[in-house]
């Protein structure tokens, strides 16, 4: 963040640089032309074969030795702003690393079925994004194999978003129609807030024909259990439709925002309907990337320096915890208070008699240090390390999250 800004004041100061000398052309530059229309029209007023007078001569030189003088000037603060621009360079190149091959692990994608996994991903980024002609070009380059089925619940997303955005219902309310048992049984209340668009887009626009508008209202009875004060609202604004809601209390349900929410609200239902994430999976690789970009070089730099560099290829896990937020967490990790490390099938998180949970290695660990002698044989007792309960090691359950 600290480079950013660094980087930033630069451009700030470009700008600010720039806007002045701009400013001082455009006037300077005004101040030239009304001096010489001056001068024309003085010229013009004159005798057509008459002699320019020294007068007038002289005011035509100082005039001439001005522009040139202002010429030179802008010129040169030209190439001082030139220079200022190319400090923006050598900011950018100090404060950010160009080279990040040394937070690469070699291999990664060198295989064929991650090399196949990326593309796909990349494939299905451009059918989200509606770009099918690439998409297709991919699919074929790439022998992907794609299945147009697979490629058409992207596509028709693609279709009915873009409506939408154009203010068009009718692609939508036909999706939801066509689905409707399927996103009442996820709890959506998508159908609801399309009609709800095109009931308010019919109010704001027919002021005679009230009955198309009466019959539309019909289209509501079925949502007036979950949504009774919201249809209240909207009969409600049937009272001020031959004035226009424009100017009425309702004036509210004209907000653009609206609008905007559909179409959130549009993509995460469908996306939820068909079994894929809001969000395109490349997208979020990247900005989780870019976020984990800068402290993975701090730390590559500092084990270069330590010597240490084999501690981060020696596993398949990076040597420190990168935290990218809450929005870059899709799923529960377990890491065990004990050993600080997170659980993996093989060493999964287990559960003890009196309820606290810790990792099987770090039970292991405590276990192998606490065998006596009884008169039954050799027994194992562990004593939680968060309370006083000492427990048989046998007795902890492992935790599935």
Not at 160 to 167: E, F, H, N, P, S
Not at 263 to 284: I, Q, W
Not at 312 to 323: C, G, N, R
Not at 356 to 380: E, W
């Amino acid at each position: 963040m600290d480079s950013c800004m660094t980087v930033e004041r630069e451009i700030d100061k470009v700008l600010t640089k720039f806007g002045g000398l701009h400013d001082h052309s455009v006037d300077t530059i005004e101040d030239f032309i009304t001096s010489l229309e001056n001068i024309r029209k003085e010229l013009a007023e004159g005798p057509a074969d008459g002699e320019v007078q020294v007068t007038q001569s002289l005011v035509m030189n100082q005039a001439l030795h001005r522009v040139q003088e202002a010429t030179s000037r802008m010129g040169q603060e030209h190439k001082d702003l030139h220079s200022t621009v190319s400090k923006v360079g050598k900011t950018i190149d100090r404060n950010f690393v160009s080279e990040f091959s040394a937070v690469f692990t070699e291999g990664s994608f060198e295989n064929d079925e991650t090399q196949m996994l990326l593309n796909e991903i990349i494939c299905e980024h451009f059918l989200r994004q509606g770009k099918l002609d690439i998409a297709e070009a991919l699919n074929e380059e790439a022998d992907l194999n794609l299945d147009p089925v697979q490629m058409e619940p992207f596509l028709e997303l693609h279709r009915i978003l873009g409506a939408l955005k154009r203010r068009n219902l009718q692609p939508a309310l036909s999706w939801t129609a066509a689905n409707r048992d399927s996103l009442q049984n996820q709890g959506s209340n998508l159908e609801f807030k399309l009609h709800r668009l095109q009931f308010i887009e019919l109010v704001s626009q027919t002021t005679q024909n009230q009955t198309q508008v009466l019959q539309y209202a019909k289209n509501f009875a079925k949502f007036a259990d979950k949504h009774a004060r919201e249809v209240q609202v909207l009969m409600g604004s049937l009272l001020y439709m031959k004035q226009g809601i424009h100017t009425s209390p309702y004036a509210f349900l004209l907000d653009p925002i609206y609008w905007e929410e559909i179409c959130d609200v549009f993509t995460r239902d469908a996306c939820a309907l068909m079994g894929m994430s809001v969000e395109s999976p490349l997208s979020v690789s990247i900005r989780a990337g870019c976020r984990a970009l800068p402290p993975l070089l701090n730390i590559r730099q500092v084990m270069q320096q330590r010597q240490v560099s084999g501690v981060w290829t020696s596993k398949d896990e990076l040597p420190v915890e990168i935290d990218l937020g809450n929005e870059h967490r899709y799923h529960s990790i377990f890491a065990c208070p004990i050993l600080r490390q997170q659980s993996t099938e093989h060493n999964p998180p287990v559960r003890l008699i009196c309820g606290h949970v810790i990792s099987r290695d770090a039970l292991h660990k405590l276990a192998s240090g606490n065998k006596y002698v009884s008169q039954f044989g050799v027994k194992t007792l562990v004593k939680c390390p968060y309370c006083p309960v000492e427990q048989n090691p046998d007795d902890a359950k492992v935790v599935m999250f």
